[in-house]
């Protein structure tokens, strides 16, 4: 990126020592807008609590887009937000909202402008994203110098680039062929005995996946020169509006990537450098031209950084600091000494924060400004809350006595008899509906002093209600009934047209069978029609691929005219179609169980149907008014039979698009199983294919399908990144217990765990340091080693790192774990991995542009 490296590094300030607070993109980007740790701000993966209820209404409103836009700042956000977020609002704080909905994409996308979804198609002149973000961002830049110009701004740019699936626009598609810069010493550096549990599984890479790689690292490039020509646009048009020298500029990304490194053929969650480190680049008033701070910083410290440029008090919550003393050419002395350790975490969502992913009042009122009412203000803005009641609407919000309440909804025909404290009149229609309780006590009173010989215990009264509320109720309940009998009739439906699709199959394997020369033949439908079977392709020599049945899967299926296409093993192993047979007749077996079962409930259904005969007679006893109430009973129920039909054709419409969801999946897994029998799906491993239709733009990849496994499920972690004058190094204690080691000074790829050659006092000095990081708050995140404690890890002297020491201890290395005394412990790992024990600034406010790149 030329033009990057020109106008920011060049002609700003570089910091090399940039971290994340995790690797992954929302919980990065969440850490970016709140100035929090993971462990403060709870977002632990891409999913549980990604712009969930809790999220929304917990820290959404204290970002730093609204602190600034409560200043007075004219605010602007363009491009990817958060992976979960699905455009159904404008986040609070954005002026100028144009978020991307859910994850990257580049084509056939949607954005919300300013509460309004956008669709875009796959035309590059109009839709290609990174243009998108850099046209709209220098329009809002041209109408805030126009309309604004009194008010300051604040304008961010989230790319897509360099994240999948990796579309790069096309007058690049012919660069960066044959780049190697990724092959670093690490690359391909497997197995590793030493590092954690999936680092030991997993094995050298095949040349296919180097080959992969190389085209992968390619496309990243060519993405990323999109990113290359919006930095000199926005240069250009802040230099044409004259705001240049009034305004920051900050490059940065949410996390790095490996490619190839230890045999992990693509990925990010990883505590190594390549996925921790970020480029991170500042050009603004005040900052030094080519300037390099080689002090340590993270994400975190954007928001207070910001918020210190616009003169606005960073709230005491920030677990970040302000790195605006870095912008300064001369240090000032009076300040505190800067963090040598940055905590990196990253892990999955605990089952005790599960309660606060969508349930916003089970939320703990820890914070100013977001109480209960509140977040129920918050909740009470979604469509699904709205009143009055509509439809199926269950839930509805009301503004009572300057309070949200929300209140279930109910029928409209539980209205029809309103229950009143009052006792009628003997010779009206109605009959007693409820008593007062004084009359009640006095009726009881009166029974049990003329019935002696009555057994009281079991006593509850009865009142009788009108009529027509009666009969009201009993068409809801005739309703009810038959809305239950459809369903159950739909579902026998669905069952006997799946067992007469098997038993179709089953008669061509059986016919098959015993007239194996012939190819073509006709035989009688179950529905009198005759339909042709005919057998596809021919016995390959040498190659014997299994039926797959283990996850109740058939590679069969009729398509057209009654046409059944299988494929050619079926035909041309015995085995095979021995398998195929059986499997058929037991799935016609349990789906005749099932019919059964249905027919025995729908009969039941059918006597147990509400009679109407008796609401007919009701019906003859009312008044004029009851009959107007049972007439807009009649309506209700024309109203739910024309909803009726429309879920029917609802449903209908899902089922077509399950069953080519299943067809495309099927016919991936088939590809996998021709390719790799099958073996793309292990245990405790997060593992996906790569074919040839993941890609659809140039450059493409035609060397057929491969498997990719990029984490497993216990690699969960917490580490420190220490950096001062004696120590460079990355401590990390892994949810398993294993415990690594890295100096960064002379093994800067990371290439062996040197976690035994720690002291024990060493070892019980970053332990506790990580333990305090984990749980710190606001400035207690904020840690620079003391003194004696640089005085200890000096005396014992920096880790030895004897390379042949390290293979010869490689074993050991791998059982290396921590008990609770910070001592490293000795312990034999079981078969499936897991493991057990053997003052403000008064100045001109200025403007900020902060330009942030997302990493794959």
Same mark, same amino acid.
């Given at each position: 990126m030329p033009k990057t490296r020109a106008i920011l590094k060049e002609g700003g300030a570089f910091f090399p020592n940039s971290f994340v607070s995790t690797p992954m993109c929302c919980p990065s980007r969440s850490s970016m807008l709140t100035g929090l740790f993971v462990h403060n701000h709870g977002v632990l993966t891409n999913n549980e609590n990604c712009s969930s209820a809790y999220w929304q209404a917990e820290h959404e409103p204290r970002t730093f887009g609204a602190y600034l836009a409560s200043a007075g700042y004219? %605010?602007?956000?363009?491009?990817?937000?958060?992976?979960?977020?699905?455009?159904?609002?404008?986040?609070?704080?954005?002026?100028v909202w144009a978020g991307q909905v859910m994850n990257s994409r580049y084509y056939n996308y949607t954005i919300n402008f300013n509460g309004q979804k956008i669709k875009h198609g796959a035309d590059?002149?109009?839709?290609?994203?990174?243009?998108?973000? %850099?046209?709209? #961002?220098?329009?809002?830049?041209?109408? #805030?110098?126009?309309?604004?110009?009194?008010?300051?701004?604040?304008?961010?740019?989230? +790319?897509?680039?360099?994240?999948?699936? /990796?579309?790069?626009?096309?007058?690049?598609?012919?660069?960066?062929?044959?780049? %190697?810069?990724?092959?670093?010493?690490?690359?391909? +550096?497997?197995?590793?005995?030493?590092?954690?549990?999936?680092l030991r599984w997993l094995g050298k890479m095949k040349p296919v996946h180097h080959r992969f790689t190389d085209l992968l690292m390619t496309k990243r490039l060519q993405t990323l020169q999109s990113v290359d020509e919006a930095v000199e646009k926005i240069f250009s048009e802040l230099v044409a509006l004259g705001q240049l020298e009034n305004t920051y500029i900050f490059y940065t990304s949410d996390h790095?990537?490996?490619?190839?490194?230890?045999?992990?053929?693509?990925?990010?969650?990883?505590?190594?450098?390549?996925?921790?480190? @970020?480029? +991170?680049?500042?050009?603004?008033?005040?900052?030094?031209?080519?300037?390099?701070?080689?002090?340590?910083?993270?994400?975190?410290?954007?928001?207070?950084?910001?918020?210190?440029?616009?003169?606005?008090?960073?709230p005491p919550h920030m677990d970040g600091a302000s790195i605006f003393r870095f912008f300064q050419k001369e240090k000032v002395k009076s300040r505190a000494p800067w963090r040598d350790t940055y905590l990196i975490e990253r892990g999955?969502?605990?089952?005790?924060?599960?309660?606060?992913?969508?349930?916003?009042?089970?939320?703990?009122?820890?914070?100013?400004?977001?109480?209960?009412?509140?977040?129920?203000?918050?909740?009470?803005?979604?469509?699904?809350?709205?009143?009055?009641?509509?439809?199926?609407?269950?839930?509805?919000?009301?503004?009572?006595d300057e309070r949200w309440r929300m209140k279930k909804?109910?029928? %409209? @025909?539980?209205?029809?008899?309103?229950?009143?404290w009052c006792q009628c009149k003997a010779l009206s229609k109605y009959r007693l509906s409820k008593l007062e309780p004084e009359e009640r006590r006095m009726q009881r009173a009166f029974l049990k002093e003329h019935t002696r010989h009555v057994d009281w215990r079991g006593y509850r009264p009865r009142f009788l209600k009108t009529t027509a509320a009666a009969s009201a109720e009993g068409s809801v309940l005739r309703d009810?009934? /038959?809305? /239950?009998?459809?369903?159950?009739?739909?579902?026998?439906?669905?069952?006997?047209?799946?067992?007469?699709?098997?038993?179709?199959?089953?008669?061509?394997?059986?016919?098959?069978?015993?007239?194996?020369?012939?190819?073509?033949f006709l035989f009688s439908g179950s529905d009198g029609s005759e339909k042709r079977f005919q057998q596809h392709g021919t016995r390959k020599p040498g190659h014997d691929c299994p039926l797959n049945?283990?996850?109740?899967?058939?590679?069969?299926q009729i398509v057209g005219q009654s046409r059944i296409n299988c494929s050619s093993e079926v035909y041309s192993d015995p085995a095979t179609w021995r398998l195929s047979r059986d499997f058929l007749e037991q799935q016609i077996r349990i789906l005749r169980v099932q019919l059964d079962e249905l027919k025995v409930i729908r009969k039941h259904l059918r006597a147990m149907r509400p009679d109407k005969t008796h609401a007919a007679i009701s019906n003859k006893r009312t008044n004029s008014k009851s009959k107007s109430k049972i007439s #807009? #009973?009649?309506?209700?129920?024309?109203?739910?039979?024309?909803?009726?039909?429309?879920?029917?054709?609802?449903?209908?419409?899902?089922?077509?698009?399950?069953?080519?969801?299943?067809?495309?999946?099927?016919?991936?897994?088939?590809?996998?199983?021709?390719?790799?029998?099958g073996q793309c799906n292990y245990e405790k491993m997060n593992c996906f294919s790569h074919d040839k239709d993941h890609w659809r733009t140039a450059p493409l990849w035609n060397d057929g399908p491969f498997c990719v496994c990029m984490n497993a499920n216990n690699n969960t972690y917490w580490c420190v990144r220490t950096l001062n004058t004696t120590h460079n190094s990355l401590y990390c204690e892994f949810i398993t217990g294993f415990v690594t080691y890295y100096d960064m000074r002379i093994d800067p790829y990371q290439l062996r765990n040197i976690a035994h050659t720690l002291s024990e006092n060493q070892l019980a000095f970053f332990h506790q340091t990580l333990e305090r990081l984990r749980v710190c708050k606001g400035a207690d995140c904020f840690v620079n080693t003391h003194p004696s404690a640089a005085k200890l890890l000096a005396a014992n002297g920096p880790a030895k790192s004897d390379p042949e020491e390290g293979k010869n201890a490689s074993y050991h290395l791998q059982s290396s774990h921590l008990l609770d005394n910070g001592r490293l412990a000795k312990v034999k790992p079981r078969r499936d991995g897991y493991w057990r024990r053997s003052k403000r600034r008064e100045r001109q406010t200025p403007d900020v542009v902060a330009s942030s790149s997302a990493a794959a």
């Open positions: 004219r %605010t602007g956000y363009f491009g990817k937000y958060l992976n979960k977020y699905n455009g159904s609002y404008v986040p609070p704080g954005w002026r590059y002149q109009t839709d290609y994203y990174p243009d998108l973000i %850099t046209n709209d #961002s220098i329009s809002f830049l041209r109408e #805030s110098k126009q309309h604004y110009d009194h008010q300051p701004f604040h304008l961010v740019m989230s +790319f897509p680039s360099p994240h999948g699936p /990796e579309d790069s626009a096309p007058q690049y598609s012919d660069m960066f062929f044959n780049v %190697t810069r990724h092959r670093t010493p690490s690359y391909d +550096f497997a197995p590793n005995p030493d590092k954690q549990w999936i790095g990537y490996h490619l190839g490194q230890f045999g992990l053929i693509k990925g990010k969650s990883f505590p190594f450098e390549s996925d921790i480190r @970020v480029p +991170f680049l500042v050009r603004g008033p005040g900052v030094g031209r080519g300037r390099v701070v080689q002090s340590l910083i993270g994400n975190v410290d954007l928001a207070p950084t910001f918020l210190e440029i616009a003169g606005v008090p960073v999955k969502m605990p089952p005790a924060h599960f309660p606060k992913l969508n349930v916003v009042e089970d939320v703990p009122n820890n914070n100013e400004g977001t109480g209960k009412f509140e977040r129920w203000a918050v909740e009470c803005r979604k469509p699904q809350y709205q009143s009055p009641c509509s439809g199926f609407q269950k839930y509805e919000c009301l503004f009572v909804c109910r029928p %409209t @025909v539980h209205k029809v008899a309103k229950k009143k009810v009934a /038959e809305d /239950e009998l459809e369903q159950v009739e739909l579902i026998m439906e669905d069952i006997s047209d799946e067992i007469s699709d098997l038993e179709v199959i089953l008669i061509g394997f059986l016919l098959f069978y015993f007239f194996p020369f012939t190819i073509s049945n283990s996850d109740g899967k058939l590679n069969c #807009s #009973s009649q309506s209700l129920r024309e109203a739910r039979n024309e909803e009726r039909l429309v879920r029917q054709a609802n449903r209908r419409k899902i089922k077509e698009e399950r069953q080519k969801r299943r067809q495309k999946k099927l016919s991936r897994k088939r590809a996998m199983v021709e390719s790799h029998n």
